[in-house]
């Protein structure tokens, strides 16, 4: 039976990973936003870049519980043109959204492109067996582009949301998540996927948990993942189960 306090808010709804939670998050009580013209239950086109717009339009559906902001231009390459519109501008106003609408938490898409560059330009490090020192959320960023850079705006961002107006924040840099859920078409993907049930394993950890603000590292258990996940199995207690290496047998 779905809570009515379990209600939460997903933008970017209608790409892979929103498709993954919208279906598989069965005890929520979920309201969809995304750019897409689409009829159906509880969704609502909406830009993200016009603030008034996405307050005016909330009194449609709130109140809610939590944000999972997954809405950007995923693109790895993406210019900073589109970045700076669908990736930084939305962002801002998801959080000023949820410190106006007093919505106390905000779970949000980071990336492991934050660090990408760690892997090499282009990326070699998935080509190792055995890596020495696993790439952690303390190390420095190292972004591949202007897409990871977007993300580590979201990461800073949140952790001025969540320091000044005390909204409870989780940035999750999320690893490889495939809509048909097969690592096998890259060989980085060995090492960097995240399956749909850890995925959502992952999300549903950091939607009970009680850390004010984290950064974590979102991956299955893949016997070459190189990115530390040692604060989300303590901090989330999340423990990933799907190894992308049986693929490759």
């Given at each position: 039976?779905?809570?009515?306090?379990?209600?939460?808010?997903?933008?970017?709804?209608?790409?892979?990973?929103?498709?993954?939670?919208?279906?598989?998050?069965?005890?929520?009580?979920?309201?969809?936003?995304?750019?897409?013209?689409?009829?159906?239950?509880?969704?609502?086109?909406?830009?993200?870049?016009?603030?008034?717009?996405?307050?005016?339009?909330?009194?449609?559906?709130l109140p809610i519980n939590c944000i999972i902001h997954l809405a950007a231009d995923s693109k790895v390459d993406a210019s900073w043109e589109s970045v700076l519109k669908n990736n930084i501008i939305t962002t801002r106003n998801i959080f000023e959204f949820a410190k106006r609408k007093e919505i106390n938490k905000i779970i949000f898409a980071s990336s492991n492109h934050v660090t990408g560059f760690y892997e090499g330009n282009p990326p070699s490090l998935h080509l190792q067996e055995k890596y020495e020192n696993l790439i952690s959320p303390q190390m420095e960023n190292r972004p591949d582009g202007y897409y990871g850079v977007s993300k580590i705006f979201g990461?800073?961002?949140?952790?001025?949301?969540?320091?000044?107006?005390?909204?409870?924040?989780?940035?999750?840099?999320?690893?490889?998540?495939?809509?048909?859920?097969?690592?096998?078409?890259n060989s980085r993907f060995r090492s960097t996927w995240l399956s749909h049930d850890d995925l959502v394993n992952l999300i549903k950890c950091s939607l009970k948990t009680n850390v004010k603000y984290g950064v974590y590292y979102g991956v299955s258990n893949n016997t070459r993942n190189y990115w530390d996940i040692s604060n989300a199995k303590k901090e989330l207690i999340f423990n990933p189960k799907d190894n992308a290496e049986l693929f490759f047998k």
């Amino acid at each position: 039976m779905i809570r009515r306090n379990n209600r939460l808010l997903i933008t970017g709804s209608e790409g892979v990973i929103g498709n993954v939670l919208v279906k598989r998050l069965n005890n929520y009580d979920i309201i969809r936003l995304d750019i897409h013209p689409i009829k159906d239950n509880n969704y609502y086109q909406s830009d993200l870049n016009n603030l008034t717009d996405l307050i005016s339009q909330s009194k449609a559906y709130l109140p809610i519980n939590c944000i999972i902001h997954l809405a950007a231009d995923s693109k790895v390459d993406a210019s900073w043109e589109s970045v700076l519109k669908n990736n930084i501008i939305t962002t801002r106003n998801i959080f000023e959204f949820a410190k106006r609408k007093e919505i106390n938490k905000i779970i949000f898409a980071s990336s492991n492109h934050v660090t990408g560059f760690y892997e090499g330009n282009p990326p070699s490090l998935h080509l190792q067996e055995k890596y020495e020192n696993l790439i952690s959320p303390q190390m420095e960023n190292r972004p591949d582009g202007y897409y990871g850079v977007s993300k580590i705006f979201g990461e800073v961002l949140g952790r001025y949301y969540s320091d000044y107006y005390d909204l409870n924040v989780i940035s999750l840099r999320i690893g490889t998540v495939l809509k048909d859920d097969n690592p096998l078409i890259n060989s980085r993907f060995r090492s960097t996927w995240l399956s749909h049930d850890d995925l959502v394993n992952l999300i549903k950890c950091s939607l009970k948990t009680n850390v004010k603000y984290g950064v974590y590292y979102g991956v299955s258990n893949n016997t070459r993942n190189y990115w530390d996940i040692s604060n989300a199995k303590k901090e989330l207690i999340f423990n990933p189960k799907d190894n992308a290496e049986l693929f490759f047998k």
